[in-house]
Structures are given as C-alpha cells and as structure tokens.
T-cell receptor, first 113, second 116 residues
C-alpha cells in the first residue's frame, strides 16, 4: 500500500538543538498534516498546511507545504525534553465524499538533556 | 468534550477468538476511520466510513469487518483473531470540508491488542 517516505527514521539530539524532518510522496496532496504521538497516546495534530508553498509556524514548530504538493518538512527549534515522541506526516486528499489520509512511517525523536 | 473514545484500551486474545473494538466520537463528524499501527510501519488504514451507512475497505482490510452503527459509532470486528493482528488500533474521525480546518483528523487513544 501507499505510504509516505519520511526521514529520518529516528534522531537522537541534544537539548537546545534544532530538528528537521521531511516527507516525500509520489502523489499530490491537497493538505499536509504533521502529528505527534507520545507513548500510550493517539496522534495529536501539530500543524496543518493547506496550500502549496505555505509556511506555517506553531510556537517552536515550523512546517512547509512543498511547491510541488508532493513533499513537506517540519522543523523544531531549540528542542526540549518534552519534544520526545514519534512525529508523523500525513498527506490528505478528498475523494468519494471523504478524506483519505496517507501516513508516513514516523520519525522517532529522542532528546538528551 | 471527549473527542474520540475507544474501548477497550488493552486486550489479549487467543488465536481464533473474536472480539469487537468500539469507537465513538462526539464531534458530529461524518467520516470515521480505523487504523492499525505496527513498529516501523506508521499508520495503515483498515476500513473507513465516509458517512453513516457507508463503509469501504482501506489498505489492509483482510481479517476485519466494520459496522457504522450510527453517526457517532464505528466498530471494528475481528472474527477469528490471528497473531498477525497483534497491533495498536486507532480510530479517527473528521468531517467533509466546510472549512480548511475540517481536514484535521482526530484520533482516539488506541487499543493495544495482543493475539497469542
């Protein structure tokens, strides 16, 4: 089945460092979403991108919707220990009366204090 | 406002047993989804329901059935559980686009299923 190529698969970084992760796809999407999942919880939405080329920030998070509509990146600045978790990208398209979401395989982030 | 609620949170089954995972949302969303999450595989769509009364197969439907009982509830049934169905199952909901923000899918906390 179709999945998005998300990289890196995992990252170990020092507290205070910046983090960058990205997703690429062979398909075009209308919307890109970035989710964070903490242990024992469901994914929670961080940022949503609705237009090609859009750059959106949410606190220390910045995400961009690629101009080709086939990729997106997420940056986290000045990481802190609570940033630990798994980050998923999701491409969204609308068809047959509903949204179809395709998820990346996740980037597991560990922050070393 | 509870959002998306899944029950049970944990379950252990023996091979061949059956069970139903329950999901309910209180956001008046039209569309609901069932995903499974396996290590290194991200979230894969099992079944979805665009609206009350309709269901469709997703990427990995084999071994599962679903019922959209009403607008609020969407259940996932394993008729004869197999070890390959050991996974974490997530239910999600969203609603057809009225605003751009309606694209956002909301997830439950997950059901951790082990089949031995």
């Amino acid at each position: 089945g179709q999945q998005l190529n998300q990289s890196p698969q995992s990252m170990f970084i020092q507290e205070g460092e910046d983090v960058s992760m990205n997703c690429t796809s062979s398909s075009i999407f209308n919307t890109w979403l970035w989710y964070k999942q903490e242990p024992g919880e469901g994914p929670v939405l961080l940022i949503a991108l609705y237009k090609a080329g859009e750059l959106t920030s949410n606190g220390r998070l910045t995400a961009q919707f690629g101009i080709t509509r086939k990729d997106s990146f997420l940056n986290i600045s000045a990481s802190i220990p609570s940033d630990v978790g798994i980050y998923f990208c999701a491409g969204c398209s609308f068809a047959s009366g509903t949204y179809k979401y395709i998820f990346g395989t996740g980037t597991r982030l560990k922050v070393l204090a | 406002n509870a959002g998306v609620t899944q029950t049970p949170k944990f379950q252990v089954l023996k091979t061949g047993q059956s069970m139903t995972l329950q999901c309910a949302q209180d956001m008046n969303h039209n569309s609901m989804y069932w995903y499974r999450q396996d290590p290194g595989m991200g979230l894969r769509l099992i079944y979805y329901s665009a609206s009350e009364g309709t269901t469709d197969k997703g990427e990995v439907p084999n071994g599962y059935n679903v019922s959209r009982l009403n607008k609020r509830e969407f259940s996932l049934r394993l008729e004869s559980a197999a070890p390959s169905q050991t996974s974490v199952y997530f239910c999600a909901s969203t609603t057809p686009r009225v605003r751009a923000e309606d694209t956002e899918a909301f997830f439950g906390q997950g059901t951790r299923l082990t089949v031995v």
